[in-house]
């Protein structure tokens, strides 16, 4: 019972837990329910899904095709903006996956076809791809290398390229960045040829001016004799030598001596200016007494002077102190000064006074003497002033090119006062005068101590030029026995065979010279008749059958005009004149076609339009209707019966046509113009003749036609010469007929039919005589007679006659007739040319006797003259044998034993020479223009400029260590083994060796220097391939070259010499050598030898700095050349050179921030350009310590 009761009890909850419960429940009911929605929802999706799967997927792949287009558009149109050549090809097989426009451009691909190609098809050479993706590859990247590249068409180009590996749509690709950069190859190598032309022009200049110097000495010693004969002769004559002379020709004769001093000094001037130039003029020092010096002048002075009033003062003391001068340079320094002052003073007092300048410590001991040639009453202008003081404060010896002519004399004073160590100056004022003032310096003792004798008139009163001109006059007048012993050996050098047939050859040569020229003169005056005849007979033939051919219409004409008045044909009856007008037709061969038309505009025709055409048939042509109407064309028989109608007209009215209309307004028989027939396309002209009644009404007009392509037959049947022509044309130039088969005379068809004008023609004869005709007449209407020329075609004479065809009837045609010369000497020439074919045959006959009898005389010298000049040349074993027992034979044994003995000699001698060799190299006696070595002298010497080239192994004391003295030998003999030919190679000459280095010199080029280094590194490479193979440590070598006159030749003393090379070029050379350590490069040149290539866009060179090397002062430009370095090694330096050029351009714009930043772009590319790195070095140096005051730049190297 009590179990019962705790049963329920514990069954009995709160209500509120049974409604959580609830609540709970209901809530994972609907969350049941939600899950079975989503399941069937789920599954209603999947079932879409699995039926509509392959839509989604196309969907899907779509999308992303439509990224990809959207990817690959967008590259392409990146690719097209960007001005630089873009290619895109796939890394496995190398095919164009794109190309933009500008690379399309630059290789000169079609667009359309650029996919076609790979990029190996732009390389010069096939490996270049292979090798440039080796260095892609080691570096990760390739950055603006150059290379040469090809275009479609095979051209050459230099260009840099890059090249960038990414994924394109999944597979690897290359990006190739080109850009053109020939234009700046080819400014660099114009800057270096244009500065290497500027010198060129300089050293041709200088070398002309020196040409030019001479001839003005020349010409002025040539001057200086006659001049001089001339001044004596009139002094003597002047002095009553040859009798008493008047006062008026003392007085011309003054002039003329005045005159004839004057030229005299001025001719000398001249040469010794020009000597002055070529520095030929040497001092001839000297103690000098000023004062009879100055009197001397003054002497020689009184013949410029003439009838001037003029007054020569000489104040000069008597003991003055004598001066260290040239004597005869001194008197010409003050003549030249004293003729400036002469030359313009009319009445004037002129002064030499002298003064002394330093005095130390008040003795009587001189340093400088000043000398003043002064005019105190005139004075010159500021401008004069200002142009002589210019003159004298010239340094260049060339002063008298910028000044004029008459400033010659004081600047060859100034020269020669500065050949002695003074100066000169002038000065002018109102006040004062003009005074010429010069220094020079005196004898440094007291002038009382010293006995100078007094000059002579006669060695100083005339011009220091006379005497050298009449020394070499001596020698021109020398007897001319040495022109005769040159011309004696002349005569010896022709060889006797020669000397034996020169007279046959003399006599048959006068003899073919005489018969060619006569038949020549003959031929060519038979050739002027018989092209006049010719042309008169071929006009008069071709006028006269013209002149039938255009009779013929008008007297048709007559004829039908006679049967009208008889009443035998009349106008209104056409059919009745049918019969009538054909048999006329068939009566008159040269008539076309015959027939009429009446007042009222009918008309009738009968005959042939071409009756030249064997395929034209005969028509009738008739228009019935008054007034005008169609026009029918009627083909008929033999017997004029119509057999059909051909063809119709409309709207003929024959009153409108030329024949009709010209005929009426003349009023009488006429000729119509020239017309062309467009139906047949040939030219026709008709004759035309107006029938009127007795009271004067017009009742119909007469026609006949004459075919013109007749005439052109006819002249086509003309046969003289070989291209003769003749041509008919009208006024106005239009072509008529012409015998020229191929020459039209209308161009085009149908209506578009024209006539063509004679001096159009296609064929040149006539064109060129129609051009001569309008040039020489102006207009052809002023042709009125007969005329007969000669002009030429492209120097081919040609003959020509043109002449005027009229009739009364109007007819105004030019008839010309054209015949070559060429075609009249064709004969002839074909006779010269047999005679000349004559008298060579008989020269050659001639000549072969003259040879056989010189034969007969001369063989056995000369064969002993060949054995000799065989044994001459070295060849011993050539043997000769003369079977004659006279001298000859004698000559002959005594020459074979001397061969045998000397072959024996020079053998020994070339086993000398050999061994010798090996010491003293062949090329010295080449270089030194010496034959022997026994020819070779301490001190000879060759000075010329030429390349020098110094190299040496870089650490070689650290590799030696190491060895033994023996190894030592080894290795260096090994390492110059393998370099030394390839200087011979390239035409270079090794002066010493220094231990591990050496020296050479290259006289041809600089080109020769550059190969050979670059072709040394070559040799070194493969040098230490094969050292690494013996576990040797690879070796580096440097190399410095510069150009510039050297002197190569013997030195040391008489028992013990050698070659060697001595300039300050060979210093600077070995300090170049020594800075490739310092810029850690392995060649280095000048900017001399860059200079100086013939095209340096061969060679890979980079500009590295300006320096100064320990002893010298002047900067040098230094240039590494790349070429030799490992391909990983350019390439780098391709990718950098950009950077590195930005970067040195900004260092010497003290750009320095700049600077830094495009070094150390350099160094993050490539850390082993040691050169990038001294250049960073310099910029924090320079950033941190300030810019030194005057700082260019340029490196100072303080050591060697």
Request: net charge negative.
């Amino acid at each position: 019972m009590s179990d019962l009761t705790n049963s329920e009890f514990d069954t009995s909850k709160p209500d509120r837990n049974v409604a959580e419960i609830l609540s709970e429940v209901t809530s994972l009911k609907q969350e049941l329910e939600k899950v079975k929605q989503e399941k069937a929802d789920l599954e209603i999706i999947i079932d879409a899904i699995t039926e509509h799967g392959d839509l989604i997927e196309k969907e899907l792949e779509a999308d992303a095709q439509n990224a990809k287009r959207e990817n690959e558009e967008r590259f392409r149109l990146i690719g097209e903006v960007t001005p630089v050549a873009a290619i895109v090809s796939r890394l496995a097989d190398d095919r164009f996956l794109f190309a933009n426009a500008a690379a399309s451009s630059l290789f000169g691909w079609p667009i359309e076809q650029q996919l076609e190609y790979s990029s190996i098809d732009f390389y010069a050479e096939p490996t270049d791809r292979e090798k440039l993706l080796k260095i892609y590859t080691k570096n990760s990247a390739l950055r603006n290398y150059e290379i040469r590249l090809k275009k479609a068409d095979g051209t050459l180009f230099w260009g840099t390229i890059s090249i960038q590996e990414f994924s394109l749509n999944g597979e690897t690709v290359l990006l190739n960045a080109i850009l053109d950069i020939t234009k700046r190859k080819q400014a660099e190598v114009e800057r270096i040829r244009f500065t290497q032309q500027l010198k060129e022009k300089n050293t041709q200049l200088q070398r002309l001016s020196a040409h030019k110097d001479e001839f003005l000495i020349d010409v002025a010693e040539e001057f200086c004799t006659p001049l001089d004969s001339i001044v004596h002769l009139i002094e003597s004559l002047l002095a009553d030598e040859a009798g008493k002379l008047s006062q008026l020709q003392q007085r011309q004769l003054s002039t003329v001596s005045q005159s004839g001093h004057q030229l005299l000094n001025l001719v000398n001037n001249i040469r010794d200016f020009s000597q002055i130039e070529q520095g030929d003029i040497q001092l001839q020092m000297q103690p000098v007494n000023l004062r009879s010096l100055a009197d001397a002048v003054f002497r020689a002075s009184q013949t410029l002077v003439g009838e001037k009033n003029l007054q020569f003062v000489n104040s000069i003391p008597a003991d003055f102190p004598a001066i260290s001068a040239d004597e005869q340079r001194l008197q010409q320094i003050l003549q030249n000064s004293l003729n400036r002052m002469t030359k313009f003073a009319e009445c004037s007092s002129i002064e030499i006074s002298a003064v002394a300048l330093d005095r130390p410590n008040n003795t009587n001991t001189y340093t400088q003497i000043a000398i003043t040639v002064a005019d105190r009453n005139i004075w010159i202008s500021e401008a004069e002033l200002a142009a002589l003081s210019e003159l004298f404060q010239q340094t260049d010896r060339l002063a008298t090119e910028q000044s004029e002519i008459k400033n010659l004399g004081l600047n060859i004073a100034k020269q020669l006062v500065e050949l002695h160590g003074g100066k000169i100056w002038i000065e002018s004022e109102m006040s004062c005068g003009t005074c010429f003032t010069f220094t020079l310096p005196a004898i440094a003792f007291p002038a009382a101590n010293i006995a100078i004798a007094p000059s002579s008139p006669s060695q100083i009163s005339k011009p220091p030029a006379a005497l050298p001109t009449l020394i070499k006059a001596a020698q021109a007048t020398a007897p001319q026995q040495p022109s005769q012993n040159k011309l004696m050996r002349a005569i010896g050098k022709i060889p006797l065979r020669v000397i034996l047939i020169i007279p046959f050859v003399v006599q048959v040569v006068g003899a073919v010279g005489l018969v060619g020229y006569l038949s020549f003169r003959n031929g060519q005056k038979a050739v002027d008749n018989l092209a006049s005849q010719l042309r008169t007979e071929v006009s008069n033939r071709v006028y006269e059958r013209v002149k039938s051919y255009v009779e013929v219409p008008q007297q048709v004409n007559q004829i039908n005009y006679y049967a009208v008045q008889q009443g035998l044909l009349e106008f209104q009856k056409l059919a009745e004149a049918e019969l009538y007008f054909w048999r006329q037709v068939q009566a008159f061969p040269s008539v076309g076609n015959a027939g009429f038309a009446n007042a009222e505009g009918q008309s009738l025709r009968v005959g042939w339009i071409d009756r030249q055409s064997t395929a034209e048939q005969p028509q009738i042509a008739e228009q019935p209707t008054p007034g005008g109407g169609d026009l029918y064309y009627h083909d008929i028989d033999k017997n004029a019966n119509r057999v059909k109608l051909a063809k119709t007209v409309p709207n003929y009215d024959p009153r409108n046509r030329p024949f009709y209309t010209s005929a009426v307004k003349q009023g009488k028989p006429t000729w119509s113009e020239v017309y062309i027939n467009f139906g047949y396309n040939v030219l026709q002209i008709k004759a035309s003749r107006p029938f009127y009644d007795e009271s004067g009404n017009l009742l119909g007009v007469l026609a006949s036609e004459l075919g013109i392509n007749q005439i052109g037959h006819f002249l086509q049947t003309l046969k003289f010469g070989r291209s003769g022509q003749v041509f008919i044309l009208e006024p106005t130039g239009d072509l008529v007929a012409t015998s020229i088969s191929t020459q039209a005379v209308l161009t085009g068809k149908a209506k578009d039919s024209k006539r063509i004008q004679a001096v159009k023609s296609d064929n040149l004869i006539m064109r060129s005589s129609v051009t001569f005709l309008n040039r020489h007449f102006v207009n052809l209407k002023n042709i009125q007679q007969n005329y007969q020329f000669e002009f030429a075609i492209d120097g081919q004479p040609q003959f020509l006659q043109v002449f005027p065809l009229t009739d009364e009837y109007g007819l105004n045609w030019l008839i010309v007739v054209v015949v070559p010369e060429s075609d009249f000497m064709e004969q002839i020439n074909a006779n010269n040319r047999i005679t000349a074919l004559l008298c060579v045959a008989t020269l050659i006959v001639a000549i072969t006797i003259g040879i056989i009898t010189a034969r007969w005389v001369t063989e056995p010298l000369v064969r002993l003259n060949f054995a000799a000049k065989d044994i001459a040349e070295g060849e011993w074993d050539k043997t000769f044998d003369i079977d004659r027992t006279d001298e000859v034979g004698q000559l002959a044994k005594s020459f074979k034993d001397m061969a045998q003995q000397l072959k024996q000699s020079f053998e020994t001698l070339e086993t000398h020479k050999n061994s010798f060799a090996r010491f003293f190299p062949p090329e010295y006696l080449k270089f030194l223009n010496k034959p022997y070595v026994t020819h070779i002298q301490l001190g000879d010497h060759v000075s010329k400029e030429m390349a020098v080239m110094f190299s040496d192994i870089r650490l070689f004391t650290t590799i030696s260590e190491k060895m033994t003295p023996q190894e030592i030998f080894s290795f260096v003999n090994a390492y110059l083994k393998r370099v030394s030919p390839e200087i011979h190679h390239h035409k270079g000459i090794i002066v010493k060796y220094l231990g591990d280095g050496l020296m050479a010199i290259f006289p041809n080029s600089a080109d020769d220097a550059i190969q050979a280094g670059i072709a040394k590194l070559r040799k070194i490479r493969e040098y230490n391939q094969e050292r690494q193979t013996t576990d040797y440590l690879p070796i580096k070598i440097g190399i410095g070259i510069h150009i510039g006159h050297v002197m190569v030749g013997m030195i040391g003393e008489e028992k013990r010499m050698q070659g060697d090379a001595i300039s300050d070029i060979v210093n600077l050379t070995s300090r170049l050598e020594g800075l490739t350590k310092f810029y850690g490069v392995s060649m280095l040149i000048s900017e001399q030898v860059l200079q100086k290539l013939n095209d340096p866009s061969q060679y890979e060179i980079r500009f590295l700095d300006r320096a100064t090397v320990k002893g010298r002062s002047e900067p040098i430009f230094v240039y590494e050349v790349m070429d030799g370095e490992a391909e990983e090694v350019k390439a780098l330096k391709f990718q950098t050179r950009a950077d590195f050029e930005a970067g040195l351009e900004h260092y010497y714009s003290q750009s320095f921030a700049d600077a830094k930043r495009y070094f150390e772009q350099v160094l993050a590319v490539n850390l082993a350009d040691k050169t990038a790195k001294l250049y960073l070095e310099r910029v924090n140096v320079l950033l941190e310590s300030g810019v030194p005051e005057n700082w260019d730049g340029v490196w100072n190297f303080t050591q060697k």
